[in-house]
């Protein structure tokens, strides 16, 4: 079992920057890749980005591309997003999700049904 905890969302102007945390327990964290997702008002959730397990693969939704950065520290089991040159369309409830894996698996998943964990949410929200 993996528990996940968002931290880091709030309210920015566009154009600003914020970096979201993914905190996880367990002791084989590393054995996990880990998304992130975020659902707008009225939409499907959607995927953001992706991790591998040692953190040496990544993988971004194209409007993310250039922008946010996906990172890890699985000494401290936490997952980063940090987001810069934020947009109102980026805008929703940011979630992280695990699967299980191999630690050097380059593979990456985008389906939210193939995330066996999930975390409460943070809300992001900018301001034009």
């Known amino acids: 079992q993996v528990q996940l905890v968002e931290s880091g969302g709030g309210l920015v102007q566009a154009g600003g920057s914020l970096r979201l945390s993914c905190a996880a327990s367990?002791?084989?964290?590393?054995?996990?890749?880990v998304g992130w997702f975020r659902q707008a008002p009225g939409e499907e959730r959607e995927f953001v980005a992706a991790i591998s397990g040692s953190g040496g693969y990544a993988s971004y939704e194209d409007s993310v591309k250039g922008r946010f950065t996906i990172s890890r520290d699985n000494a401290k089991n936490t997952v980063y997003l940090q987001m810069t040159s934020l947009k109102p369309d980026d805008t929703a409830v940011y979630y992280c999700?695990?699967?299980?894996?191999?630690?050097?698996?380059?593979?990456?998943?985008?389906?939210?049904?193939?995330?066996?964990?999930w975390g409460q949410g943070t809300q992001v929200t900018v301001s034009s």
């Open positions: 367990g002791r084989t964290f590393g054995n996990y890749a």
């Open positions: 999700a695990a699967y299980g894996t191999g630690f050097y698996s380059g593979r990456l998943q985008q389906e939210e049904n193939d995330y066996d964990y």
